[in-house]
């Protein structure tokens, strides 16, 4: 078993920022894939961004394109989400998941561990 803990949850007016980190633990495979993803009320879980198990690829949804940074500390087995000019419909509880995988992946199914979740609010 893995387990994720996010933490860096926060209240934040718009245009702030916060950063979002994901720490594994257990037995995590030695590459795997990491995504955020988000959910807000009434709303289905939505991905955010993905990094690649070495950091080489990354992918965002194009709400966050030029907002959101993804990135990961291999040695720490944590993985950041770093987050500017953010809007009150980013407000959400974000989620990270891990997946034994080299690549990218994208869809929420094929992750195999996922984190409690983390709320982010961002007032107008």
């Known amino acids: 078993q893995v387990q994720l803990v996010e933490s860096g949850e926060g209240l934040v007016q718009a245009g702030g920022s916060l950063r979002l980190s994901c720490a594994a633990s257990?037995?995590?495979?030695?590459?795997?894939?990491m995504g955020w993803f988000r959910q807000a009320p009434g709303k289905e879980r939505e991905f955010v961004a993905g990094?690649?198990?070495?950091?080489?690829?990354?992918y965002y949804t194009d709400s966050v394109k030029g907002r959101f940074l993804i990135s990961r500390d291999n040695a720490r087995n944590t993985g950041y989400l770093q987050m500017n000019s953010l809007k009150p419909e980013d407000t959400a509880v974000y989620y990270c998941?891990?997946?034994?995988?080299?690549?990218?992946?994208?869809?929420?199914?094929?992750?195999?561990?996922w984190g409690q979740g983390t709320q982010v609010t961002v007032s107008s």
């Open positions: 257990g037995r995590t495979p030695s590459r795997y894939a």
């Open positions: 998941a891990t997946k034994a995988s080299l690549l990218l992946v994208r869809s929420p199914g094929e992750y195999d561990f």
């Open positions: 990094i690649s198990w070495n950091g080489g690829n990354t």
